[in-house]
Structure formats: C-alpha cells, structure tokens
C-alpha cells in the first residue's frame, strides 16, 4: 500500500490531453514538494517535473505539473506514442522521523 | 555529464548480506544528499533511505531500518548501501539516484538483488 494514492491506469489517443491524479495528506503534499517521474520499460525513472511544477531542461512543455492542497497532478497534453510509460509521484512525508514516500504509479496507455 | 554507476547486485541466501555501491560522476559529489530507491519485480517504486552530503545525516525506511546502512565517501565518489539480514522482499532492483526528499534528480542504471535460497 503506497503513502501517496495514484489511479492504476488511464489512457488516451494521440494528440489528447490526459491527468494523472496523486493523493497524499497534509504530512507529505501538503508540507513538501511534489516530484513527478517518468519510467519507460526496461529502464530508470526519468525526473518530468520537480517542485510542484518545474519542467528540467530537455522535457517538452506538454507535461506540466500542479499542487493543491494535498493533491497533486501531471497533465499531458498532444499525447504522443512514446509517453507510454509508467508514471510516479514522489514527496517526503515529515511524520515519524521523516521518510521518502511514492505514489503506486499510473500506466498510462496511448491507444 | 551526471552519471551514476550501481553495482554490487547479485544472489544472496535470506540472512545473507550484500555491499551495493554507486559511483558517482560529474558533479560535486559532496555538495549533493544521495538516496537509495528500490523496485521490486512488476511493482512500484520504493524509498530506501538517504544521506546528506557530508555523511552526517541519514533516514531510513521502516522496511530496512536495523538492517541496512547508507554511507558515503567524498574522496571516492562512492554512496553505499550495506544490507544484512536479507529477506525474500529486499529481492528488486535497486537504483542510486542524486538528491533527496524526492528531488532525485539523476538515478543510475540500477542493480538487481535476488534474495533466494
């Protein structure tokens, strides 16, 4: 069981816009910053948007992060092909002695 | 160029131990905090622990705590991960990444840990 709650799965077509959802409580999301990753299989976590909303350089501008509350989102608009992918949210939760805590991650299929 | 190498993977027996290492290339190695994340097969990602640059601080999950121990070396470039006690669960792939807190910046390739009899 994750700390930190993402839906299994969603999908869309080429060119659509789809969210992916993260839900955490005031310890975690609600104190600290979201971080969003991308992992293609067979490979690493890739960082797609760090402090909430901030893109690295080299990750194209239709993935877009946001925060409120104690809930986060990654937004992914022109879907392409190759974002197909699983997808995690990451933040630190300040309970107990402090821990690193991850979503369950989204797969996310492009029909 | 970031780059971060793991190694050390490989088959252990449950009670067994096993020494992961990570070296680290490109950047100020002891400017940055360091974690340790793990991947069980077909599962989810999962926080491990992590340190600050100097060594001195250091977090660990419920899952590892007493069992494993995160270290570093500056002058090396290196972050450990020595894990004692190994259970059938400690069996994924486990990846170094730069950072902490979840800002993990950079992850290395990953080495697997196959805890079996």
């Known amino acids: 069981q994750s700390v930190l709650t993402q839906p299994p799965s969603t999908s869309g077509a080429p060119g659509q816009r789809v969210t992916i959802s993260c839900s955490g409580v005031?310890?975690?999301?609600?104190?600290?910053?979201v971080y969003w990753f991308q992992q293609l299989p067979g490979t690493a976590p890739k960082v797609l948007i760090y402090r909430d909303n901030q893109r690295p350089s080299g990750v194209p501008d239709r993935f877009s992060g946001s925060k409120s509350g104690t809930s986060a989102s990654l937004a992914i608009s022109g879907l392409r092909s190759e974002d197909e992918a699983d997808y995690y949210c990451a933040a630190w939760d300040d309970s107990l002695s402090g821990r690193g805590v991850f979503g369950g991650g989204t797969k996310l299929t492009v029909l | 160029e970031v780059q971060l190498v793991d190694s050390g993977g490989g088959l252990v027996q449950p009670g067994g131990s096993l020494r992961l290492s990570c070296t680290a290339s490109g950047f100020t190695f002891s400017n940055y905090a360091m974690s340790w994340v793990r991947q069980a097969p077909g599962k989810g990602l999962e926080w491990v622990s992590c340190i600050s640059g100097s060594g001195a601080g250091t977090n660990y999950a419920d899952s590892v705590k007493g069992r494993f121990t995160i270290s570093r070396d500056n002058s090396k470039n290196t972050l450990d991960l020595q894990m004692n006690s190994l259970r059938a669960e400690d069996t994924a792939v486990y990846y170094c990444?730069?950072?902490?807190?979840?800002?993990?910046?950079?992850w290395g390739q990953g080495t697997l840990v196959t805890v079996s009899s």
């Open positions: 990444a730069k950072g902490r807190y979840g800002d993990y910046g950079y």
């Open positions: 005031y310890s975690n999301i609600g104190s600290n910053y």
